[in-house]
């Protein structure tokens, strides 16, 4: 059988088939759609202005590693728009390594500034060390998660940034409204978005530029990139309904195309619906250090067991 011919150039062979949307594409067509994509996705959502200082925060995997790649493209054609990438080291023994080497190294040669802040720096403690003194039954994520959203928000201010952009793709983000809905959080399922903004603007935007590319393609647009990325899994690993949910999305997937793209834009629908019900988000600066809480200290003040002193990062 004939090799297909890319549907939009008509000239190259394919090398993909987008089943979603019924077409083949040749390796350029393919990044260059995703990039007009995260484009569009910046655009609808109006993530950034010219002017922005963008702290990418970059893991060292694959989602991350193509996030600043096509951010760094993008921002060529706006000259006063400025990128920093923000890796957190969590202090999770031969895991983390590889990672913030790899991070390291594209930020050079894209010739980006590259920020490295720890738990350690932070917290006093790497996440080994944190979970060898707890006691409590919450997971390891639990407390990750927690960290390390601070951690990328004291990063992103050291830095001077004015947003922070997170690799959350579309399989992400539709795993988390299912997440909100199963475990009956309409609150967070709500507040859930691609851009998340103070309404007083204390607190830097997050936004979510991957938001509409499917995982797979993510990976895709890395590899012919001949972007690397970590290749170890955490050994914290434990979300077992989110690993659920991506397997069963994958299934309907590949037996369903698009449906990931309905689904995830019926959730935007219904989250509009029920916004009305649900009071603005309340959050306030933790007493402890100035960070988004939503009531006297914030979550990582609480968990680390700080009462007063306040938490500062040198600059
Ligand atoms: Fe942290 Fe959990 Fe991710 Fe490991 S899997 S890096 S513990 S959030
Ligand atoms: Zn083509
Ligand atoms: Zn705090």
């Known amino acids: ?51 922005d200082h963008i702290a990418v925060a970059v893991s060292g995997g694959k989602d991350s590693v193509a ?26 023994a031969g895991y983390r390594e590889e990672a913030v080497e790899l991070a390291s190294d594209y930020c050079r040669k894209l010739d980006v500034r590259h920020e490295v802040i720890s738990f350690k720096e932070i917290y006093g403690r790497g996440l080994d060390e944190f979970l060898r003194d707890k006691t409590e039954r919450l997971t390891a994520c639990a407390y990750c998660g927690v960290f390390r959203r601070k951690a990328i928000n004291l990063a992103a201010r050291k830095v001077g940034a004015t947003k ?47 938001c509409e590319i499917p995982e797979r393609e993510v990976a895709l647009y890395g590899f012919s990139e001949g972007l690397r990325f970590q290749s170890a899994s955490c050994p914290y690993m434990t979300e077992a309904l989110r690993n659920e949910l991506r397997s069963i999305f994958n299934r309907l997937e590949i037996a369903h195309p698009g449906v990931l793209f309905s689904s995830y834009s019926a959730m935007l629908k219904l989250r509009e619906l029920a916004k009305p019900g649900v009071p603005p988000s309340a959050l306030e600066s933790c007493q402890s250090c100035g960070e988004p809480a939503s009531s006297i200290m914030c979550e990582a003040c609480r968990m680390v067991g700080v009462t007063s002193e306040r938490i500062e990062v040198a600059a």
């Open 164 to 210: 922070i952009a997170t690799a959350h793709n579309l399989d992400d983000m539709l795993q988390t409204y299912m997440l909100n809905l199963l475990e009956g959080d309409v609150d967070r399922f709500v507040r859930f978005s691609p851009i998340l903004q103070d309404p007083r603007g204390r607190f830097l935007a997050r936004v979510k530029p991957l």
């Open 67 to 92: 996030m600043l790649m096509i951010l760094a493209k993008l921002s060529t054609k706006f000259p006063r728009t400025k990128i920093t990438a923000v890796t957190v080291e969590e202090g999770i």
């Open 1 to 51: 059988m004939e090799p297909a011919t890319c549907s939009f150039c008509q000239r190259n062979q394919a090398f993909y088939r987008r089943e979603y949307e019924g077409v083949n594409l040749c390796k350029n067509c393919f990044k260059a759609s995703i990039e007009k994509k995260v484009r569009r996705t910046i655009g609808t959502w109006k993530m950034f202005t010219p002017d």
